[in-house]
């Protein structure tokens, strides 16, 4: 069998072509002349030739390593030279947003995010700004001992609670306009 191997390379009118980082033979010269009884002996004859000549190339121009874990040999493939098809065509670049233009000509940039951990320097380690086991959580009275008060929502909050107290609220059942404005007049005069 080994001469008939070497007299199909040896006949060839043009040498095979390799990718070896793919791990391709091309044999671009025609098959032979077969009939339907010949038909699989001889394109596995020409398979075995080629899948051969392949083996070879890759052992003669490879490099061999062996492997440190399992003692296995392995080859190191160059990279690949035959440029393969894609499925689909390249996607097209979308085309830019309104405020894209915009920001690009007036040269606004993107808000960077601000980092989702913080430096606890008691715990010295870092933690989530929020959230489960969050820097806020945890020492809440410590860390925030000064909270200013709004005076605005204070008394406001203050009035609808008077209001309800009274039973008084302005948008009482079945009160219309006059009658909610008097009353708002009203407490306005009790103030």
């Known amino acids: 069998m080994a001469t ?19 791990m391709l033979c091309i044999d671009s010269n025609p098959l032979p002349t077969f009939t339907p009884t010949n038909k699989e002996e001889i394109l596995k004859k020409t398979a075995q030739s080629c899948a051969q000549a392949l083996i070879n190339q890759l052992l003669t121009t490879c490099p061999i390593k062996r ?12 990279a690949p030279e035959t440029q393969l ?11 830019k947003t309104k405020w894209e233009k915009f920001a690009e000509k007036k040269g606004i940039k993107a808000k960077k995010k601000d980092g989702k951990l913080v430096f606890d ?8 700004k929020y959230g489960y086991k969050g820097k806020k959580g945890e020492g809440m009275p410590e860390s925030d001992w000064l ?13 609808e609670a008077e209001e309800e107290k009274n039973g008084k609220k302005a948008k009482a059942k079945g009160m219309g306009d ?7 007049l009203k407490m306005r005069k009790a103030k």
Not at 11 to 19: C, E, M
């Open 178 to 184: 006059i009658a909610r404005r008097d009353r708002k």
């Open 67 to 78: 492997s440190d874990e399992d003692g296995g040999l392995q080859i190191d493939l160059p």
């Open 147 to 159: 909270v200013e008060v709004d005076e605005k929502a204070e008394r406001k909050k203050a009035r």
């Open 121 to 128: 320097e008691a715990k010295g380690d870092w933690v989530p």
């Open 85 to 95: 098809p894609r499925e689909k065509p390249v996607p097209k670049e979308k085309e």
């Open 4 to 22: 008939e191997e070497m007299e199909i390379s040896e006949t060839r009118a043009q040498p095979y072509t390799f990718d070896l980082g793919h």
